[in-house]
């Protein structure tokens, strides 16, 4: 089969395509064909090597869709043949086979197509996470999705908007702003624009109760002072120190939650594909496709995914 491989950590150009012999799933294991693998901006930065690091040569890629090849010894859930997407893999997803765990796995909603279902894994359960089991958001509230055009802003905006939240969001271009707006975010405003969290406080009413922030090295800051009363701050992502005053925390009773899905528990898990799966079938969820490569094009879909324009997910197709 063909795959990306890892052998040093470094830039995008690190990962070359390779032939490698097939796996086979072993006991509890399910392999599966890969039709489309998200692209996520943690696999770059374990590809870099600045965090989460994996032991060298490694195949990058948590997310997949495709159709089950084979079955290891004890799986029940799934049989060859079954359009499934995958959350984790044991190989790696950049491949034209992987190989996962079973509990890994869940089906393909009939609705989504083969690369919708690649946007899935990280993307929507990093945004339901951050909304449902930090924020302990609810229906009723604000939320500001800080970065709401990549692919978990969209998650984060759809998941929010269909939970009966007030949802705005952020994003850095027109056609990024307008996509926001089209998934639910009912006001969006430019990051760019220096004023744009005082706006964001006034449309709220005032106050924020809930940020989902992708750039807290930038944002926190300003973030702190658009909370309202218990207001909280998830950060979902960062790229370096920030400097903030605590009492901007104090006077609000307000709180700054840390958020990592490498973290979450199997319990977490379940309730998360629960969830997601009832959102699937229902409609309100949406996974939204930004761009199509080659799988030759990891190297390409690396730096995409590190602009800071985000559009949608982009995905591989091997």
Not at 123 to 146: C, D, I, M, N, S
Not at 202 to 213: K, N, P, R, T
Not at 295 to 304: K, N, S, V
């Amino acid at each position: 089969m063909r795959a990306i491989r890892v052998h040093e950590f470094g830039p995008p150009e690190a990962m070359l395509l390779e032939h490698l012999p097939d796996p086979s799933p072993g006991p509890g294991q399910v392999l599966v064909r890969v039709k489309a693998a998200g692209v996520n901006p943690v696999d770059a930065y374990i590809r870099a090597g600045l965090f989460y690091k994996r032991g060298l040569p490694y195949t990058p890629g948590a997310d997949a869709s495709g159709i089950v090849e084979a079955t290891g010894e004890g799986v029940r859930a799934f049989k060859p043949g079954d359009k499934v997407y995958t959350a984790g893999t044991v190989t790696g997803a950049y491949a034209e086979l992987c190989v996962c765990n079973e509990g890994q796995v869940h089906r393909l909603p009939q609705n989504l197509s083969f690369a919708q279902g690649a946007c899935i894994g990280v993307p929507y359960a990093t945004a339901f996470r951050a909304l449902f089991h930090k924020a302990k958001a609810a229906p009723g509230e604000t939320v500001l999705v800080h970065g709401a055009t990549g692919g978990v802003g969209i998650a984060a905006v759809q998941l929010a908007k269909a939970w009966g939240m007030k949802v705005l969001g952020t994003g850095g271009t027109d056609k990024g702003m307008e996509l926001a707006a089209y998934e639910g975010a009912e006001l969006v405003l430019d990051h760019g624009d220096p004023a744009h969290m005082e706006k964001a406080k006034e449309l709220a009413g005032g106050h924020l109760d809930v940020i989902i922030e992708f750039l807290a090295n930038v944002n926190l800051g300003a973030d702190l002072s658009a909370l309202g009363p218990n207001g909280r701050v998830v950060v979902v992502g960062s790229r370096g120190t920030v400097e903030i005053d605590p009492r901007e925390l104090m006077s609000r009773d307000a709180s700054i939650r840390g958020m990592s899905l490498f973290n979450a528990t199997e319990e977490d898990l379940r309730s998360i594909h629960a969830g997601l799966a009832a959102g699937f079938e229902a409609g309100t969820l949406r996974p939204r496709v930004g761009r199509e490569l080659p799988l030759a094009a990891a190297p390409a879909a690396h730096h995409a995914v590190m602009e800071e324009h985000a559009y949608g997910k982009i995905v591989l197709a091997p």
